[in-house]
């Protein structure tokens, strides 16, 4: 039987979904509504495309007010401001390149460009919704009811790291580089052989935005992580990127083998770690399932509770000290965690925690087939 808190946020969901839902015209219902099988729903990117769905430039005050409201359902309270921080930082990614990105279109910077879609009928027993732009990808599974995926969840940030009036930078995602670099910095030299694997770090997570993962998948380049294919000029403008970025990091083709997937995960498993260095990873992680709403975390926590994080593997790659290239990875059974802060003077940073069995709530929804279908073999 599902939490009952779990079962009460599935509700608070469909609710504020079934309400922006109502207020759409016709080409606005259809830009929204997806079916809950199609393809789309577990095509997903993290790079300023067009994410798919209704962008908040397409709406009126109304619906923009109810997209936030079902975002800040999904998400924690931290979570939420995160995000927010996030889409504030496409200002001043603007001026920083001097009010002059186009991508293709009128602005390539831009706040409102930012995308809600709904899969399936939100009264409905199963359905899911996603949110995302640059830098910001969510996604929530229902079943039966039931919140069962939240994840893919990717954050990022560029400028990692901006100038505020006052001693303390404006650092939407520093805390979780911090809190990984506190726990690389107390490794032994025994146990950081175990754990730094590369002295250069990948430029982009490895896992990039694929739907599912393999066995040597190797980090992408960048303007593979687009929809569609990149006009020339601007293929080519990423492409240069791309390579310039490896050579500032030293990272080789050999790097990159290194850093690959593998369901077997790479790293130091937690077993090794002492009590004070398990508990900081565990801290570590809680930050990661701690973006999505209590009544949701708390089941992703239990996965690496107590013993169950013994499995967990911390692995690092690139400079272990304050402003260098870097990246880190946690890997347990299914779960999957990824920072990078390797570009743009390490000032640039990519993060997602992903399930690798349940994303988009699979594991659970081909159980959930499998019982239906079992129940209609027993009714016939």
């Given at each position: 039987?599902?939490?009952?808190?779990?079962?009460?946020?599935?509700?608070?969901?469909?609710?504020?979904?079934?309400?922006?839902?109502?207020?759409?015209?016709?080409?606005?219902?259809?830009?929204?509504?997806?079916?809950?099988?199609?393809?789309?729903?577990?095509?997903?990117?993290?790079?300023p495309t067009d994410h798919g769905g209704l962008s908040l430039l397409e709406m009126s005050p109304t619906q923009h007010r109810l997209t936030?409201?079902?975002?800040?359902?999904?998400?924690?309270?931290?979570?939420?401001?995160?995000?927010?921080?996030?889409?504030?930082?496409?200002?001043?990614?603007?001026?920083?390149?001097?009010?002059?990105?186009?991508?293709?279109?009128?602005?390539?910077?831009?706040?409102?460009?930012?995308?809600?879609?709904?899969?399936?009928?939100?009264?409905?027993?199963?359905?899911?919704?996603?949110?995302?732009?640059?830098?910001?990808?969510?996604?929530?599974?229902?079943?039966?009811?039931?919140?069962?995926?939240?994840?893919?969840?990717?954050?990022?940030?560029?400028?990692?790291?901006?100038?505020?009036?006052?001693p303390h930078p404006f650092r939407p995602l520093g805390g979780i580089e911090d809190l990984a670099r506190d726990l690389v910095h107390s490794?032994?030299?025994?146990?950081?052989?175990?754990?730094?694997?590369?002295?250069?770090?990948?430029?982009?997570?490895?896992?990039?935005?694929?739907?599912?993962?393999?066995?040597?998948?190797?980090?992408?380049?960048?303007?593979?992580?687009?929809?569609?294919?990149?006009?020339?000029?601007?293929?080519?403008?990423?492409?240069?990127?791309?390579?310039?970025?490896?050579?500032?990091?030293?990272?080789?083709?050999?790097?990159?083998?290194?850093?690959?997937?593998?369901?077997?995960?790479?790293?130091?498993?937690?077993?090794?770690?002492?009590?004070?260095?398990?508990?900081?990873?565990?801290?570590?992680?809680?930050?990661?399932?701690?973006?999505?709403?209590?009544?949701?975390?708390?089941?992703?926590?239990?996965?690496?509770?107590?013993?169950?994080?013994?499995?967990?593997?911390?692995?690092?790659?690139?400079?272990?000290?304050?402003?260098?290239?870097?990246?880190?990875?946690?890997?347990?059974?299914?779960?999957?965690?990824?920072?990078?802060?390797?570009?743009?003077?390490?000032?640039?940073?990519?993060t997602v925690w992903r399930d690798l069995d349940n994303d988009w709530g699979r594991d659970v929804l081909a159980e959930h087939h499998a019982?239906?279908?079992?129940?209609?073999?027993?009714?016939?």
């Open positions: 039987m599902a939490d009952m808190a779990r079962r009460e946020l599935a509700a608070r969901m469909a609710e504020v979904a079934a309400e922006l839902s109502g207020t759409c015209s016709p080409a606005q219902h259809e830009a929204l509504r997806w079916p809950f099988d199609h393809e789309e729903r577990e095509t997903w990117f993290y790079t936030h409201k079902l975002l800040a359902t999904g998400l924690s309270h931290a979570g939420y401001v995160t995000a927010n921080a996030i889409i504030t930082l496409e200002n001043l990614l603007d001026q920083i390149e001097g009010w002059s990105q186009s991508f293709g279109r009128e602005r390539a910077r831009d706040p409102l460009l930012y995308w809600i879609a709904i899969f399936g009928d939100p009264s409905d027993d199963s359905w899911a919704w996603r949110f995302g732009g640059h830098h910001i990808s969510l996604h929530f599974t229902i079943v039966d009811g039931d919140v069962v995926g939240t994840t893919p969840c990717f954050f990022g940030a560029d400028p990692a790291s901006s100038p505020l009036l006052g490794l032994s030299d025994d146990q950081r052989r175990l754990t730094v694997l590369s002295p250069a770090p990948p430029i982009d997570i490895v896992t990039a935005n694929r739907t599912t993962l393999t066995e040597g998948d190797a980090m992408l380049s960048i303007p593979v992580v687009w929809r569609g294919r990149l006009e020339e000029s601007l293929h080519h403008f990423m492409a240069n990127a791309d390579a310039h970025f490896r050579g500032v990091v030293g990272l080789t083709d050999a790097h990159v083998q290194d850093l690959a997937f593998s369901r077997r995960p790479k790293g130091i498993p937690a077993s090794a770690l002492d009590d004070p260095q398990r508990e900081m990873l565990r801290s570590l992680l809680d930050l990661y399932v701690g973006r999505v709403a209590d009544e949701a975390a708390d089941a992703q926590a239990a996965k690496y509770a107590g013993d169950r994080l013994h499995d967990v593997h911390f692995l690092w790659a690139g400079g272990t000290e304050t402003g260098d290239p870097m990246y880190y990875r946690l890997q347990g059974a299914s779960l999957m965690v990824e920072y990078e802060n390797a570009v743009r003077n390490a000032n640039h940073v990519h019982t239906h279908q079992h129940r209609d073999r027993h009714d016939h």
